[in-house]
């Protein structure tokens, strides 16, 4: 049985998810937006934080988990909404598996 980790705030900013989440870069994790309606997740895999303008893997709330394989670079995220570009200092919430 997997793991559920507590509910993590994502800001409007490249988080890094292993070093918020202690779970180690190369780990498999499941990843579920259960943010507010409208509320976006951007993810990306890589060694270094992503680019401030970088489009990632849109996950959108309450989808089914998104699967990060074993053996992957550390995971990012960045929070977004449909319905406006700046989210300001709001934070959206990311449950994490393991």
């Known amino acids: 049985m997997a793991d559920t980790l507590s509910a993590f705030s994502i800001p409007g900013v490249w988080t ?3 070093t918020l989440t202690g779970i ?3 780990t498999q ?3 579920q937006n259960v943010g507010g ?4 997740v ?3 895999i890589s060694a270094t934080e992503p680019a401030a303008d970088f489009e990632g893997v849109e996950v959108f709330q309450n989808a089914p988990f998104y699967q990060v394989d074993a053996g992957e670079n ?4 960045k929070y977004k909404r449909l319905d406006r570009a700046d989210v300001g200092g709001r934070v959206t919430k990311l449950q994490v598996q393991t």
Request: net charge negative.
């Open 29 to 31: 994790i499941r990843i």
């Open 16 to 18: 890094n998810l292993n």
């Open 24 to 26: 180690a870069a190369g």
């Open 42 to 44: 951007d993810l990306a």
């Open 74 to 77: 550390a995971v990012w995220a």
């Open 37 to 40: 309606a409208n509320d976006v």
